[in-house]
């Protein structure tokens, strides 16, 4: 089987790569890196705004936190699958990593926090298209802007993660309101004027079927408008690869994604980075 020239010189140079990436988040409107020093164990917010860095292929778990205190993997587990190898995301989140996406029960298995903890369902909107998605009450605005959301409006509030996640689905088959985009169809979006009222009328459109159908009242429309970013752009970055070099001139970000100038728009998944191993260029 061939193998480019480039990713033969990553596989070998990567394990020398100092910094592994162990979380991405957003503060508000401020996105964050954190990254763990390999050699002296130092955790420190790496600066993506200066685009100049090389990513590894290499993954290992990135470990957890107590706290702000960066725990490491006791095994260093390779290829963790997400971010987090199970027993790590047993220590942080939840016992069974795959409740994360379809929970098996309301807590009384897994006695865990999230799971018995309030859930909201919300309608996410990027432009004029719609999803729909659910979250914690405690983080749901971290989230949609994690998620790289133009507006939102909350639809309605569950006991437990089970329940909403069940009503999602419920909602998104009736409605047929998808519940996730592809990444391509979100980077044409960044090209694209947002439109507030042409927003604000796909929302009213959909207000008559959750109320009828479901017993919802949706919210009023919360434009998410403050990404550092300007919008729109002059055209549609061209997805990059995560492993390999990226270095150009910053742009802005939105979401999960790092806008750069490379001849040519050129974006990044700021979430895929976690994980993997980086060093400046």
């Given at each position: 089987?061939f193998?480019?020239?480039d990713?033969?010189?990553?596989?070998e140079?990567?394990?020398t790569?100092?910094?592994?990436?162990?979380?991405?988040?957003?503060?508000g409107?401020?996105?964050?890196l954190?990254?763990?020093?390999?050699q002296n164990?130092d955790?420190?917010?790496?600066?993506?705004?200066?685009?100049r860095?090389?990513?590894?292929?290499r993954?290992?778990?990135?470990?957890y936190?107590?706290?702000d205190?960066?725990v490491?993997?006791?095994e260093?587990?390779?290829?963790?699958g997400?971010?987090?190898?199970?027993?790590?995301?047993?220590?942080?989140?939840?016992?069974?990593?795959q409740?994360l996406?379809?929970?098996r029960?309301?807590?009384?298995?897994?006695?865990?926090p999230?799971?018995?903890?309030?859930?909201?369902?919300?309608l996410a909107?990027y432009?004029?298209?719609v999803?729909?998605?659910?979250?914690?009450?405690?983080?749901?605005?971290?989230?949609?802007?994690?998620?790289g959301?133009?507006?939102?409006?909350?639809?309605?509030s569950?006991p437990?993660?089970m329940?909403?996640?069940?009503k999602?689905?419920e909602i998104?088959?009736a409605l047929?309101?998808?519940?996730?985009?592809?990444q391509?169809?979100?980077?044409?979006g960044?090209?694209r004027?947002?439109d507030?009222?042409?927003?604000?009328?796909?929302?009213?459109?959909?207000?008559?079927?959750?109320?009828?159908r479901f017993?919802?009242?949706?919210?009023?429309?919360?434009?998410?408008?403050?990404?550092?970013?300007?919008?729109?752009?002059?055209?549609?970055?061209r997805?990059?690869?995560?492993?390999?070099?990226?270095?150009?001139?910053?742009v802005?970000?939105?979401g999960?994604?790092l806008?750069?100038?490379d001849?040519?728009?050129r974006?990044l998944?700021?979430?895929?980075?976690?994980?993997?191993?980086?060093?400046?260029?």
């Amino acid at each position: 089987m061939f193998t480019r020239a480039d990713v033969l010189w990553l596989l070998e140079k990567e394990r020398t790569f100092p910094l592994h990436a162990v979380d991405f988040s957003w503060d508000g409107f401020e996105p964050s890196l954190t990254c763990r020093n390999v050699q002296n164990g130092d955790v420190s917010e790496f600066d993506i705004r200066d685009v100049r860095f090389l990513v590894s292929r290499r993954r290992t778990c990135v470990g957890y936190f107590e706290g702000d205190v960066h725990v490491p993997c006791a095994e260093g587990t390779e290829d963790p699958g997400l971010a987090q190898c199970p027993d790590c995301c047993g220590e942080s989140i939840v016992p069974i990593q795959q409740c994360l996406f379809e929970p098996r029960c309301e807590g009384e298995l897994c006695d865990s926090p999230l799971c018995r903890r309030e859930h909201v369902l919300y309608l996410a909107f990027y432009g004029t298209d719609v999803k729909i998605g659910m979250s914690s009450s405690r983080r749901v605005e971290r989230r949609l802007v994690e998620q790289g959301a133009d507006a939102f409006s909350m639809i309605g509030s569950f006991p437990n993660r089970m329940t909403a996640r069940a009503k999602e689905k419920e909602i998104s088959s009736a409605l047929r309101i998808p519940q996730s985009y592809r990444q391509e169809r979100l980077i044409e979006g960044l090209a694209r004027r947002v439109d507030a009222s042409a927003v604000d009328a796909r929302l009213d459109g959909l207000r008559s079927a959750l109320s009828q159908r479901f017993g919802l009242d949706a919210g009023r429309l919360v434009m998410l408008d403050r990404y550092p970013i300007d919008l729109p752009l002059p055209s549609a970055p061209r997805l990059q690869e995560t492993p390999g070099q990226h270095k150009g001139v910053f742009v802005g970000m939105k979401g999960k994604w790092l806008v750069y100038e490379d001849r040519g728009l050129r974006a990044l998944s700021l979430s895929d980075l976690p994980s993997r191993y980086l060093t400046r260029i």
